[in-house]
């Protein structure tokens, strides 16, 4: 899936597949979606979402990394 974000999905959870919180939609610039990650998420979610520096405050999403989205949460596939 390569979704379309605009500022309506600022505050959304993001979850992975699991169902685990991994964090929530801080911003979207440009269609570009940027979330601040729950602190429990673990390095290897991280690793694998590309999201690397743990100082960092927010991260991108890729759009390919999306499954679905909903009216309240953007859950993101598998690695």
Known sequence: MC???TDD???KQ????NGERI??????DAGTPYVNPNPDVTDSIKTALG????????YVLDTD???????REIR???R
């Open 23 to 28: 964090g929530i939609v801080e911003s979207v």
């Open 9 to 11: 999905d600022e505050g």
């Open 3 to 5: 979704a379309r974000f």
């Open 51 to 58: 999201w690397g520096d743990a100082d960092e405050e927010t």
């Open 65 to 71: 990394d999306v499954e679905a989205v909903t009216d």
């Open 76 to 78: 993101v596939r598998r």
């Open 14 to 17: 993001v979850v992975n597949a």
